[in-house]
């Protein structure tokens, strides 16, 4: 089992920033790929950033491309998405996920941290 729990939403004016964190327990932690994820209302889920726990590389969707920044503090198993300039169309539910060795695809979710832009 992992366990994951986001926190560090909130709201924020258009042009602000926020950091989510994404901290990471259980007896069968072992992360290749750490991501965010978010749902907007009336929208489907989408990716937003993701990081390999080893090596550290990135990957972030073009839609928060430079505004958005994945990293991970390896000794704390916690992930973090620093969010800038953002916009009221970055307003959803921001979701850790963690897909483990083995897994094939994303396997354990967090419950999800709101965040809300306002115009």
């Known amino acids: 089992q992992v366990q994951l729990v986001e926190s560090g939403g909130g709201l924020v004016q258009a042009g602000g920033s926020l950091r989510l964190s994404c901290a990471a327990s259980?007896?069968?932690?072992?992360?290749?790929?750490m991501g965010w994820f978010r749902q907007a209302p009336g929208k489907e889920r989408e990716f937003v950033a993701a990081?390999?726990?080893?090596?550290?590389?990135?990957d972030t969707a073009d839609s928060v491309k430079g505004r958005f920044t994945i990293s991970r503090d390896n000794a704390k198993n916690t992930v973090y998405l620093q969010m800038n300039s953002l916009k009221p169309e970055d307003t959803a539910v921001y979701y850790c996920a963690i897909r483990r060795w083995g897994a094939g695809n994303y396997d354990y979710w967090g419950q999800g941290t709101q965040v809300t832009v306002s115009s």
């Open positions: 990081i390999r726990w080893s090596g550290g590389s990135t």
């Open positions: 259980g007896r069968t932690f072992s992360p290749e790929i």
